[in-house]
């Protein structure tokens, strides 16, 4: 069955960065797109970014102005999210999700890790 | 890309039905059929519901439907169950290559 697991909670100081791994089996992992959706406490969803784990393209939220990067590892079946330049509002469960087949015409969200919580305090 | 509109909280008794609805703009929602919704439990990762505005992944029940009608899309959910209680989330596809999820709702079984 189709698993995503995340690396573990984080701490960080303000100003630091976090990179949060993610982990796919299951399935084909460069097969299907993967998201990275942010949660902050009692809050509601933030999409954040996506990248085809086959040719690397990447595309994130305009909101984080370049703060984020999505990366991958297709030896070992794993995207990575950094977001640099940590403040107090980045504290939030970050999670993946496996999306839609590459050049498939629809678009889902059918699978999501269980989620890493970052902390970001002095 | 703002967030899409949703109601904060939707309640109905058990056996009724209730909608959500979840409006954007011609960028978001009125311009695209890739219009999803998720649900989650507290302290849970979100679960897909529907997917592009009105398909129902398997596993998933048949009390739930998704529609759309311009700008605004919706998500019924009949014959209200105790296990419906959790917060929903709506999403689209821009028209900038993004997604963008709505504001959440919160529905209670009374």
């Known amino acids: 069955q189709v698993q995503l697991v995340q690396s573990g909670a984080e701490v960080k100081n303000p100003g630091a960065s976090v990179k949060v791994s993610c982990k796919a089996s299951g399935y084909t992992f460069t097969g299907y797109y993967l998201h990275w959706v942010r949660q902050a406490p009692g809050q509601g969803l933030e999409w954040m970014g996506w990248?085809?784990?086959?040719?690397?393209?990447?595309k994130s939220a305009q909101t984080f102005q370049g703060r984020v990067t999505v990366t991958r590892d297709t030896s070992i079946s794993t995207a990575f999210m950094e977001l640099t330049g940590l403040r107090s509002d980045d504290t939030a469960v970050y999670y993946c999700?496996?999306?839609?087949?590459?050049?498939?015409?629809?678009?889902?969200?059918?699978?999501w890790g269980q989620g890493t919580l970052v902390t970001v305090s002095s | 890309q703002s967030a899409l509109t949703q109601p904060a909280s939707v309640s109905g008794s058990p056996g009724q039905s209730i909608t959500i609805s979840c409006t954007g703009t011609?960028?978001?929602?009125?311009?695209?059929?890739?219009v999803s919704w998720y649900q989650q439990h507290p302290g849970r990762a979100p679960t897909l519901m529907i997917y592009d505005v009105n398909h129902r992944p398997s596993g998933v029940s048949p009390r739930f439907s998704g529609s759309k009608s311009g700008n605004t899309a919706s998500l019924t959910i009949s014959a209200l169950q105790a296990e419906d209680e959790a917060d929903y989330y709506c999403?689209?596809?821009?028209?900038?290559?993004?997604?963008?999820f709505g504001t959440g709702t919160k529905v209670t079984v009374l």
């Open positions: 011609s960028s978001d929602v009125g311009g695209s059929n890739y």
């Open positions: 999403s689209s596809f821009t028209n900038i290559i993004t997604y963008v």
């Open positions: 999700a496996k999306a839609a087949p590459i050049g498939a015409s629809t678009s889902l969200f059918d699978n």
């Open positions: 990248i085809n784990p086959n040719s690397g393209a990447t």
